[in-house]
C-alpha cells in the first residue's frame, strides 16, 4: 500500500488504528509494540525509514512508561539494578543513534529484520523460574543488587550474578534501541534471566522500567538530526499508549498463549520481508 | 509496600507517580496538538515516504517551546513528545533524589551517570 492520495486526516486515522492493534498485541504478548511499529511504516504506509524509528522511539517511550508506573508499585522492579545497568544501555543507545546516521537504510532495515527474527524466537521460549539459593557473587554484592519479589508464598530473596556479562550485554541492548527505535526488551530480559540469573518476572519489569530511559537517551539524537515529525508520531504515540493500557487491563484476565504465536508468526514474517527489502534496496 | 518503616516503599510510589503524570500530561498535550493539526492541516497531502528533516525550529528544545508558545499545532505536539521524553529523565531525577536522601554515595554517583548521558542526548548531541 501506498500514502499517496490519502489526506493528513485519513493517513492518521490509519496509522492510530494500526499503531492501537500494534500497542494491544505487543503489550498482550509480552514483545512491545515497538518492534513493528518501525515495518508497519515503512512495508504497509512507504514512510522513510529514519521517520518510522523516530516515531517508534517516542511509542516506545510512552508504553514503557506507562507500565512502569504500574509495575514499579507491585514490587517486582528492582530499581538499583535498573539504574545500574542504564548506565550501559544510555551509553549504548547514544552510540547506537549516531552509528544510525551514517549507516545505509537498507542495512538499517536488514539488521532490523534479523532482530525482529530473534525476538521472535526468543517470545516462544517459555521461561524457567529458580529458586536454587547460591553464594552472593561479590561485585553484585558491593553494589547492593541483590533484591526481594512478592513470590507466590510471601517475599523471596535472590542474588544477583553475572554483573560483567550483563553490563555488556545491556550495552549491546542500547545500541540495538538507538539504531532501530525499539525497546530491545528481548535483549535486556536475555542478560538479566540468563546472564545474571535474575528471577524472570524481576527482569521483565526491570527491563520496561530500563526502556523509557534507553530511548530517551537516544531520543534527542534523532530529535536533532530532525527524525521526530511531530505530525507522523502523533497518531502513532496515542494510538500504541491506548492499546498498551487495553492490553495491559485484558492481560490481568485470560490466557495469551494462542495470541503469543500468533503474534510471532507475525512478526517474523516481518523480519523476513525486511530483510528482503533491505537486501533488494526497496525500501 | 509491606515493608513499613523501609524507605524502599516509598521511592517506588514517588518513581510510580512521576512516571504516571509525565505519561498523562504528554499524552494530554500531544492530543491536543493533534487535534488543532488535524482541523488546520487535515485536508493536505502527506510526503513522509521521502526525508527532508524537520524545520530548525521543531530540532530544538527552544525552538519548540517558542513554537508552542505561539499555538503552532505541529510546535504544541513536539512539546508533547519533549514532555514524554522529560518523563523518564524526571524519574531519573526522582531516583537521584532518594538515593541522596539515603546518603547512599554510590548510587548518587550512578545515577548522575546516567542523568548525564540523558541531557547530553537531549541538550548537546
Known amino acids: ?283 | 509496600m509491606n515493608q513499613p518503616k523501609e524507605n524502599g516503599a516509598s521511592i517506588e510510589i514517588v518513581l510510580g507517580r512521576v512516571l504516571r503524570l509525565g505519561t498523562l500530561i504528554s499524552a494530554a498535550v500531544i492530543a491536543l496538538g493533534g487535534a488543532a493539526f488535524l482541523v488546520s492541516h487535515g485536508g493536505e497531502t502527506p510526503h513522509y515516504d521521502l526525508f527532508h528533516g524537520e524545520p530548525a525550529d521543531l530540532d530544538s528544545v527552544r525552538g519548540i517551546v517558542t513554537d508552542a508558545v505561539r499555538f503552532d499545532p505541529r510546535g504544541v505536539i513536539q512539546l508533547g513528545m519533549l514532555l514524554l521524553v522529560a518523563t523518564p529523565i524526571a524519574r531519573v531525577i526522582g531516583a537521584l533524589v532518594a538515593f541522596a536522601a539515603r546518603r547512599d554515595v554510590a548510587y548518587v554517583v550512578i545515577s548522575s551517570l546516567v542523568l548525564s548521558a540523558l541531557l547530553y542526548g537531549l541538550l548537546a548531541s
Open chain 1, 1 to 283: 500500500m501506498d500514502a499517496s492520495g490519502l489526506s493528513v486526516l485519513e493517513f492518521s486515522l490509519l496509522l492510530a488504528l494500526g499503531s492501537l492493534l500494534a500497542g494491544l498485541l505487543g503489550s498482550l504478548s509480552g514483545l512491545g509494540g515497538g518492534v513493528v511499529i518501525v515495518p508497519l511504516l515503512t512495508l504497509v504506509f512507504g514512510v522513510d525509514i529514519r521517520y518510522a524509528i523516530g516515531a517508534s522511539l517516542l511509542a516506545v517511550i510512552a508504553t514503557s512508561s506507562g507500565a512502569a508506573a504500574a509495575y514499579v508499585r507491585e514490587g517486582y522492579t528492582n530499581i538499583r539494578l535498573g539504574m545500574f545497568l542504564e548506565i550501559a544501555t544510555t551509553a549504548g543507545a547514544l552510540s547506537g543513534a549516531v552509528v544510525a546516521a551514517r549507516l545505509d537504510a537498507n542495512l538499517i532495515a536488514i539488521i532490523f529484520g534479523l532482530v525482529l527474527l530473534f525476538s521472535a524466537y526468543f517470545s516462544l521460549k517459555s521461561s524457567r523460574e529458580r529458586t536454587a539459593k547460591k553464594t552472593p557473587d561479590r561485585l553484585a554484592a558491593r553494589l547492593k543488587l541483590d533484591g526481594t519479589f512478592p513470590g507466590p508464598n510471601g517475599i523471596e530473596s535472590y542474588s544477583v550474578r553475572g554483573v560483567p556479562a550483563g553490563f555488556g550485554l545491556m550495552y549491546l541492548a542500547g545500541v540495538l534501541s538507538g539504531l532501530l527505535g525499539i525497546g530491545s526488551g528481548a535483549v535486556k530480559v536475555l542478560a538479566m534471566d540468563r546472564a545474571m540469573q535474575v528471577p524472570f518476572k524481576v527482569s521483565t519489569t526491570t527491563s520496561n522500567f530500563m526502556i523509557g530511559v534507553t530511548a530517551a537517551a537516544s531520543a534527542g539524537v534523532y530529535l536533532h538530526r530532525g527524525y521526530l515529525d511531530p505530525g507522523l508520531s502523533m497518531p502513532i504515540v496515542l494510538g500504541v499508549l491506548v492499546g498498551a493500557t487495553l492490553g495491559t487491563k485484558l492481560l490481568a484476565r485470560g490466557r495469551v498463549g494462542v495470541l503469543r504465536i500468533v503474534f510471532a508468526l507475525l512478526v517474523t514474517a516481518l523480519g523476513l520481508q525486511m530483510i528482503v527489502s533491505g537486501w533488494r534496496g526497496t525500501l
